[in-house]
């Protein structure tokens, strides 16, 4: 695998790029979104009442949800972390959130649970890269302290919100006939990838995933870095888990359970390598968008529950094992020339 | 087992070390055995509920559960890998085992289980190998895969297990020792000698330290990846046989966070995920002091929230104990 590697990136350093590498990178590009059009015209033959305005409404919902969660952990990667506390950092923020609305208005009860979400994920980052704990084992420890503060704080009851109509507009509310969520996730999107792609930040964040001695050698301050991005993955949790507790108006502590697997599938599945050093933030929407539709088209063909994880498993393995097909392939025309 | 193999030899080639490094060397290289021991003693003398012969009895039993997962689990991860997959290998394999005991016997099941756990193993490992699909996406892919295969061939139902003689075999004992606390006796002696002396096992831990230098060397990394996998397929297997007698139920989702919880007891127990180093003692350890500390909780009247708080307040702690020692000793 790491002979693969090397050679690819010889390769991009020649000048004349043949047309089947071009061809194979735009693959790579459009891989997913093709795999979604694709998927849409299928539903559209097998069940066209996939199209009713509510269902769609609803399908931009949970992949808006699911997405902002999503960026995060796409940070994480490009990294090269992961934080398997997302699930339940929505969990505990979606009840802060719950509670926060009893006592103030609804600009300070998202900042307030914003704000919860960035100290959970600074503790993190403090943690990786003071103490040096893999990220691994430091957010499943947080996943496990964070769901039990969730259960705790809520003593394991529901918790229901009630009287905020404006709230419930967070979710279910239309600007311009755009879902709100939508717009919250296309708008987190916007900030995160000018973030990513055009600040020294976002590169900082690139050069330490990608090489992090190297980045030592260069004088990049990796601790900082790495706690900022930890901050930002406990904030993205923190959104989702507002943007939840808006969608359901009834929160308890075992909210976002297996999040964090369904996270880190989705940024792989949009281009985002495990191995980290880069990021595809607009990948990681458009898989959400393409895990929720098969989702939701499953439902509407009545077709059980548990068949999801087949296609979730399914995608995962198909995805991959076309990203290692063009990669042999991209070796091949390269060892041609 | 030879985990500090490099700091023993600098120790003969330079006696001169300071008290603190000599402290920290006695104490840090057996961490988690020293933090089970006092956490025993401590709690032997606080609880007298806890040092009952009955409770010990409970301890070893549950532990063994998540210990012989944990062996085949920590295999892996020292051969550079990881395997998600082990909650679906259980559920699968909980189901069939289900299926099969009330139709070809107990000996003929449990044989059937143990190579469908290896057939799953060598799936994981050619997806991961041959495929060349990350190790940490194959077997979340997988898992996601043999859970749907387990809900789809039962219908999403619970199939009970009646024979009695099979759930003897979970709950009964031997000599005083629970069945499935042997059986992780055995199986991580027959790891330990997997490892130590057969010809795949001997180059798990070289591929996990070096993949490149042991393909260069000669070593056939494909295969002893591939054969990582099948271990952890075939011991995840053997933990199910245990699991399904002891709740008496086969069911696709009977395992469901189990892949988080081994990899954290052999973490916990000293294993690094970045490959090549670990050790089977140190799993053992592992999984004896995750069931202990969750069963003195339980007896200390811990609330069922604040023990995940307490569980991963351990797991940080314990890895940040591990990594402080690392930095006195000035391994990196």
Redesign the interface.
């Known amino acids: ?2 002979r ?1 590697s090397r050679s690819l990136g010889q390769t991009t350093g020649v000048k004349h790029i043949s047309k089947g590498i071009r061809f194979l990178q735009l693959f790579e590009n459009l891989g997913v979104p093709m795999l979604l059009v694709i998927i849409l015209i299928i539903i559209a033959f097998i069940a066209p009442r996939f199209f009713i305005r509510t269902n769609l409404t609803n399908l931009l919902i949970n992949s808006s949800i699911l997405a902002v969660t999503g960026y995060g952990m796409t940070l994480a990667l490009a990294r090269e972390g992961l934080d ?1 506390s997302v699930g339940s950092v929505q969990a505990f923020t979606a009840c802060i959130s719950a509670s926060l609305l009893g006592v103030t208005n609804i600009p300070l009860t998202i900042i307030g649970t914003l704000l919860v979400g960035l100290l959970i994920g600074i503790i993190n980052g403090l ?1 990786i890269s003071k ?4 990220p ?3 957010t ?10 969730a ?2 704080y809520t003593k ?1 009851e529901s918790v229901l919100i009630t009287g905020h109509e404006n709230y419930a507009r967070l979710n279910s509310g239309r600007i311009l006939g755009v879902p709100v969520p939508l717009i919250i996730a296309l708008g987190t999107l916007a900030i995160l990838y000018v973030m990513l792609r055009h600040t020294p930040f976002g590169r900082h964040i690139c050069a330490v995933g990608g090489n992090e001695s190297a980045a030592v050698a260069t004088g990049l301050r990796i601790d900082r870095i790495t706690i900022a991005v930890y901050g930002i993955v406990g904030m993205t949790a923190a959104l989702s888990g507002v943007m939840l507790s808006a969608q359901l108006m009834i929160v308890d ?1 075992t909210l976002g359970v297996g999040l964090e ?1 369904k996270a ?2 989705i940024a ?1 599945l949009g281009g985002t390598s ?2 980290g050093g880069s990021g595809n933030l607009p990948g990681t929407l458009i898989s959400a968008l393409l895990l929720s539709t098969i989702g939701s088209a499953l439902n509407i063909l009545k077709v ?1 529950a ?5 296609t ?6 198909f995805a ?2 076309l990203d ?1 097909l063009r ?1 042999i392939l991209v070796n091949k025309i390269a060892l041609r020339r | 087992m030879n985990k500090v193999v490099t700091t023993s030899k600098s120790d003969s080639d330079q006696p001169k070390k300071t008290i603190r490094q000599r402290l920290a060397y006695i104490f840090g290289q057996y961490t988690i055995q020293w933090l089970l021991l006092f956490a025993a003693i401590i709690l032997s003398v606080i609880n007298p509920n806890f040092r009952q012969f009955s409770n010990i009895r409970n301890i070893l039993l549950q532990s063994s559960f998540i210990g012989i997962g944990a062996a085949g689990v920590t295999l892996v991860i020292i051969n550079g890998g990881i395997d ?1 997959s082990v909650a679906g290998i259980v559920g699968l394999c909980g189901v069939v085992l289900a299926m099969l005991v009330p139709k070809i016997g107990i000996a003929g099941a449990i044989i059937v289980t143990l190579i469908l756990g290896l057939i799953l193993g060598w799936i994981n490992g050619v ?1 991961v190998v041959r ?4 190790a ?3 077997t ?10 387990g ?2 061939i039962t219908n ?1 139902k619970v199939l009970p297990v009646t024979d009695k003689t099979f759930r003897a075999l979970a709950t009964k004992s031997f000599f005083g020792f629970p069945i499935p606390f042997l059986a992780m006796i055995v199986v991580y002696l027959i790891c330990f000698v997997v490892l130590k002396y057969t010809f795949y096992g001997r180059f798990i831990r070289a591929v996990g330290s070096n ?2 230098a042991s393909f260069i060397a000669g070593v056939s990394v494909d295969k002893v990846r591939i054969f990582a996998f099948m271990l952890v397929g075939f011991f995840t297997a053997v933990a199910c046989v245990f699991l399904t007698g002891y709740l008496s139920h086969g069911q ?1 989702i009977m395992a469901i966070g189990y892949e ?1 919880r081994v ?2 007891v052999a ?1 916990v127990g000293g294993t ?3 490959g090549g180093s670990g050790t089977l003692i140190g799993s053992f350890t592992g999984a004896l002091f995750f069931t202990m500390i969750s069963n003195s909780l339980n007896l200390l009247g811990v ?14 702690t314990a ?2 104990i591990e ?2 020692r ?2 006195v000793l000035g391994i990196t």
């Open positions: 695998m790491k693969t398997l943690l103490l040096r704990v893999p691994f084992v430091t499943l420890g947080m996943m496990s302290i964070v769901r039990g503060a259960l705790l394991g502590g697997l880190i599938a792989v495990l191995s059980p548990y068949y999801q994880y087949l979730t498993g399914l995608l995962l393995i991959l094992g290692t990669r | 998600l997806v495929v060349r699909v990350p940490f996406i194959a979340l892919g997988m898992m996601n895969i043999y859970l749907a295969i809900f789809i999403a993949q490149m696709a988080l990899i954290a973490v690094s995920l970045k609330g069922a929230y604040w023990q995940y708080v307490a569980v991963g307040l351990i797991i940080i890895l940040g990594s402080l690392r930095r």
